[in-house]
């Protein structure tokens, strides 16, 4: 038989016992929030990005009465009554300005697929695209809208390496097109690449376009749902290992295995 467990020993195991359920704790609590956490502010920031592009329609909107209808419902009362009412209508027009933006979505969508509807949305596209500055706003967006939507989407989303700020430092970016044969002619430089290079960890918010000779962008086994994830992540979730963190795999959390199935 072994020499028996001190005091100490058996509070020193005892404390590393309640630290290490201390920490898995902490840890799951982290990889369920967190993720939460940043969704919500995303799509705060989004509502918030887009209630500011709708203001002068929520505006007209509350001139012709509608905030205030919809402020004035059934539902409104019952908020006055729990005291919520100004925490839960001060975000009233950033819902109309979600809804008209999603019902404008849909309404030009569908007016798209009509005969008519047809000319009328290629009419005005015209149009816009003939307004002195305006057009070449409207144009260059557009054309983005034509790649990501038409058969050029592959070359869109393509994931490229690039070695970038230094020497021996490399980073993730995006393929956009092949560079305009003018940038190459004033920079000495034949065969360049467009590629967008992306700020972690919000790579929508901005990043550079630079133009890169080819021969320094070296392709990669990643797709671009991988790509954006290793950068939204700052690589803690690079494209690797996809199947050893699927969606509610959370540390600190025990999951059954999938058996066998019974015989019956």
């Given at each position: 038989m072994g020499d028996a467990e001190t005091p100490a020993e058996t509070a020193r195991e005892t404390g590393e016992l309640l630290y290490d359920g201390l920490l898995s704790v902490v840890v799951t609590g982290i990889a369920i929030i967190v993720?939460?956490?940043?969704?919500?502010w995303v799509l705060a920031t989004i509502v918030e990005f887009i209630a500011g592009a709708f203001a002068p329609v929520v505006a007209v909107l509350e001139w012709t009465g509608l905030?205030?209808?919809l402020r004035s419902l059934w539902l409104g009362q019952f908020f006055a009554e729990l005291g919520i009412y100004s925490a839960v209508f001060e975000y009233v027009p950033e819902l109309v300005a979600v809804t008209v933006l999603l019902g404008s979505i849909v309404g030009v969508g569908s007016l798209a697929h009509v005969r008519y509807g047809e000319r009328l949305v290629v009419a005005v596209d015209s149009a816009l695209a003939e307004i002195p500055g305006v057009g070449t706003v409207y144009k260059s967006f557009r054309r983005v809208g034509d790649a990501?939507?038409?058969s050029e989407a592959e070359n869109f989303e393509d994931v490229k390496v690039v070695e970038?700020?230094?020497?021996?430092?490399?980073?993730l970016g995006f393929e956009t097109a092949d560079s305009p044969e003018a940038i190459g002619d004033a920079v000495g430089e034949e065969d360049l690449v467009a590629m967008f290079l992306p700020f972690a960890p919000n790579p929508v918010m901005g990043g550079y376009l630079a133009h890169i000779p080819e021969d320094r962008?070296?392709?990669v086994d990643m797709t671009v749902e991988?790509?954006?994830r290793t950068i939204i992540t700052s690589g803690i979730a690079s494209g690797e290992g996809d199947g050893e963190t699927a969606v509610g795999n959370i540390p600190?959390?025990?999951?059954?295995p999938d058996g066998p199935a019974k015989a019956d």
């Open positions: 993720p939460l956490v940043v969704t919500v905030v205030s209808f990501m939507l038409g970038y700020p230094r020497e021996g430092s490399y980073i962008v070296y392709d991988e790509g954006i600190g959390v025990e999951h059954e």
